[in-house]
Nanobody, 122 residues
Framework: QVQLVESGGGLVQAGDSLRLSCAASGRTFNTYAMGWFRQAPGKEREFVAA????????SYADSTKGRFIISRDNAKRTVYLQMNSLKPEDTAVYYCAAGSRVLLQPTGYDYWGQGTQVTVSS
């Protein structure tokens, strides 16, 4: 069992940076791949980035590649999402998720956090 708690969301201006954190509890955190997803009002939940449990496999959505960086610190049981050059279209609730491997589909993940709101003003 893994419990996930996101933090770090907020209101920023276009071009700003923000770092999200996802703290995990549970002794098996180090064996899970971790993903970040986001969901804007009226839209489906979409993939943002994911990282394998070793940190050696990274995957990004085309819309975030080159701007966002996913990383993890297994000793701290935390995964991060560094978001740079933010755009208004990045506005959404951001969720972290834990699963057995790096996947782009939300259905591939077993555990989810409650989400943190990111709002980017123009």
């Amino acid at each position: 069992q893994v419990q996930l708690v996101e933090s770090g969301g907020g209101l920023v201006q276009a071009g700003d940076s923000l770092r999200l954190s996802c703290a995990a509890s549970g002794r098996t955190f180090n064996t899970y791949a971790m993903g970040w997803f986001r969901q804007a009002p009226g839209k489906e939940r979409e993939f943002v980035a994911a990282i394998s449990w070793t940190g050696t496999i990274l995957s990004y959505a085309d819309s975030t590649k080159g701007r966002f960086i996913i990383s993890r610190d297994n000793a701290k049981r935390t995964v991060y999402l560094q978001m740079n050059s933010l755009k208004p279209e990045d506005t959404a609730v951001y969720y972290c998720a834990a699963g057995s491997r790096v996947l782009l589909q939300p259905t591939g993940y077993d555990y989810w956090g409650q989400g943190t709101q990111v709002t980017v003003s123009s």
